[in-house]
Each structure stands twice: as C-alpha cells, then as structure tokens.
C-alpha cells in the first residue's frame, strides 16, 4: 500500500483527485484538521451526543421555579 498526499484545495489537485476517486483500488480518506484533533483532546464530543444530552437536559428543565 502507497500513500499519496493530494492537495485538493487547487484546480490540480482537484483534478488528480478527480482522476482517481473512482478507482477501485483507492480509497479517499478525509484529512483531518488539527484544530479538531486540539478540540477533540480538550474534551470535545461529536454533534449527536451533544444534542441528545442538550434535549435531555431540556426536557428535565423545570416548567415553573418555586
């Protein structure tokens, strides 16, 4: 297995990647940023979790305060 850095941020790049996307022997594997591998170490959870636990939280919300 070959690793290949394209950058597709250029009508090049692009255009390679166009190129060989398709092929069934690649496989395109999103790059990740490193402000996300920051936030994911300083305690960041994905959007799902997060919004279930904001609805939870939400629904246990007292209607009226004493």
């Given at each position: 297995?070959?690793?290949?850095?394209?950058?597709?941020?250029?009508?090049?790049?692009?255009f390679?990647?166009?190129l060989?996307?398709?092929?069934?022997?690649?496989?395109?594997?999103?790059?990740?940023?490193e402000?996300?591998q920051?936030?994911?170490?300083?305690?960041?959870?994905e959007?799902?979790?997060?919004?279930?636990?904001?609805?939870?939280?939400?629904?246990?919300?007292?209607?009226?305060?004493?």
């Amino acid at each position: 297995m070959t690793t290949v850095h394209i950058e597709d941020s250029t009508p090049e790049g692009r255009f390679l990647l166009d190129l060989i996307k398709n092929h069934k022997s690649v496989t395109i594997e999103p790059q990740t940023s490193e402000a996300w591998q920051e936030a994911i170490a300083a305690g960041a959870v994905e959007v799902d979790p997060f919004f279930d636990e904001l609805n939870s939280r939400i629904d246990n919300w007292p209607l009226s305060r004493a």
